[in-house]
């Protein structure tokens, strides 16, 4: 006799009813699209465009559109107080847009407007200032400045100042976070002069004195911090920091690549521009501000990108066409190039792995028993 057990739930003999089964058959299935669907969207490129776009949206809610064109080069005369005294020729090449070789380090930059945001600004409103003084998150400089050697502007976005009643500015600061604070003793003299710049230009919109600033260092894993407090070094302005700039403004006014002398001994370490400034393992030195140089690999796909976008005479290298092959369907490609016999190739019609030198060989010299390097015709990457 079949003892029918549990017909509520839908059992048989301790077996599920074919109905039931095949809704959990039914359902097994839909649940195996959609793990699929969801491993599919769980992506690296995903989230690489869905991080772009929302930078893109960003800017445009934030009043700041500008940040999503690229291309733009400001005016010679133009500097923003991060860049103040910094390796000039690094400042030149991020100046004129040339294709970084690096990322930008988006999570210290996250980390830092966070860290900004949700630690220190609290902290200054609830500790730092009561009822006379008050707390501005920052405050946007345009300063004009009359050297001996022509003018001059410092224009950009202050850290937290802390203003009086009237939002009249009573002490900047700038807040910086590292990965360590424990050997640092001094602040550095870029951070100085960027707050040497805000006091000045502060100074001069609010018509005060302002003679002293404050510099916050904070360790990223510690959150230990420690202050620096700055003041106003008229000397420090004027013979250092504003003849750095005058000195600057020269080399882009004249379109002459600064020397390759880093300001400070770690900047080359981390600079975006060595294999164009010749500290790198490309071989090539000097080079100008256009063009991806030939053989590097090492740039970054959103860099080609925004390098590619900016110009539409700009074209990807051979060697890079076959890591992005998107980007050279939508950008064009440079063609090999022989200097010998004077042929081009397409650079599809070229096996780049068929060698392991630098470049490849020509086909058309190789048939003549003669090794000749290809290269691509462009002034600016052969230079
Ligand atoms: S590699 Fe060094 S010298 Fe060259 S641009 Fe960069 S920081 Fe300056
Ligand atoms: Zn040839």
């Known amino acids: 006799m079949r003892t029918v057990v549990g017909d509520n739930d839908g059992q048989r003999d301790g077996h599920p009813h074919p109905q039931m089964a095949n809704e959990r058959e039914r359902d097994s299935g839909h649940t195996q699209a959609t793990v699929t669907q969801l491993r599919n969207i769980l992506s690296a490129d995903h989230f690489r465009d869905w991080y772009r776009e929302r930078q893109f949206r960003q800017n445009i809610e934030n009043g700041t559109p500008y940040f999503n064109k690229s291309g733009y080069v400001p005016d010679p005369e133009y500097h923003n107080p991060s860049n103040l005294l910094q390796c000039h020729r690094k400042i030149y ?8 070789e690096q990322s930008d380090p988006e999570g210290i930059f996250w980390f830092g407007t966070r860290f900004e945001e949700d630690i220190v600004f609290p902290f200054l409103q609830q500790e730092v200032t009561g009822s006379d003084r008050y707390v501005q998150n920052s405050v946007w400089i345009d300063h004009s400045i009359e050297t001996e050697v022509g003018k001059l502007r410092i224009k950009g976005t202050t850290d937290p100042v802390i203003v009086d009643p009237d939002a009249v500015p009573i002490l900047p600061t700038e807040i910086k976070t590292k990965s360590s604070i424990k050997d640092l003793t001094s602040p550095s003299r870029h951070h100085k002069a960027q707050l040497h710049a805000y006091m000045a230009g502060l100074s001069d919109e609010y018509d005060v ?20 407090h700055v003041d106003f070094d008229e000397e420090f302005w004027k013979d250092i920091v504003l003849s750095w700039a005058n000195e600057q403004t020269e080399y882009r006014l004249d379109k002459n690549l600064p020397p390759a002398v880093p300001e400070s001994s770690w900047e080359c370490k981390y600079c975006s521009y060595q294999e164009r400034c010749g500290k790198g393992n490309s071989g090539h030195s000097d080079l100008g501000v256009r063009g991806l140089i030939l053989g590097c690999t090492t740039y970054p796909r959103e860099k080609i990108s925004e390098y590619l976008q900016s110009d539409n005479d700009n074209r990807l290298t051979p060697t890079l066409a076959g890591l992005y092959p998107q980007l050279a369907d939508s950008h064009g490609v440079h063609p090999w190039y022989c200097p010998d016999c004077d042929f081009i190739f397409d650079w599809k019609t070229i096996n780049r792995m068929s060698t392991n030198r630098t470049n490849p060989l020509c086909p058309n010299c190789a048939k003549e028993n003669s090794l000749s390097e290809l290269t691509v015709q462009s002034p600016v990457l052969n230079s």
């Open 93 to 100: 090449y991020q100046q004129h847009n040339a294709p970084a």
């Open 209 to 228: 004195d302002l003679t002293e600033g404050v510099l916050m260092y904070a360790d990223r894993d510690s959150f230990d911090v420690v202050f620096f």
